[in-house]
């Protein structure tokens, strides 16, 4: 009766310590996967669309966009401030932002 509610805490604390071995390579591949995206230009902005189509059935596509439109890249301003994210960039002028937005932003607004 009560090995339901503890034999789950022992396993999610071996999944854990999995996870904690496993996990940092995923995360670098996936950093060198973002980083070749923005690094490849108008390849990349067509990449991340392609796979924003792709994951727009499950509804996946909301954790890509969150991630190209509010984190990647980083501009300072000439006042000192940073802006992180293709559409805060934009906004704060930067001529290289909007590649990430590129055709979604102007149906979205």
Known sequence: ???VPIAPGFFCLVL???FGYVWPPVQHAIHAGGEWIVS???LGSGIFGFINRLLIPTGLH???NTIAWFQI????HAAGTVFH???NRFY???GTAGMFMSG???IMM
């Open 16 to 18: 854990a310590a999995i």
């Open 92 to 94: 704060a002028g930067d």
């Open 40 to 42: 490849a230009g108008a």
């Open 104 to 106: 979604f932003f102007p």
């Open 85 to 87: 994210g293709d559409i």
């Open 1 to 3: 009766k009560r090995f």
């Open 73 to 76: 890249g980083e501009f300072t």
């Open 62 to 64: 909301q954790v890509l």
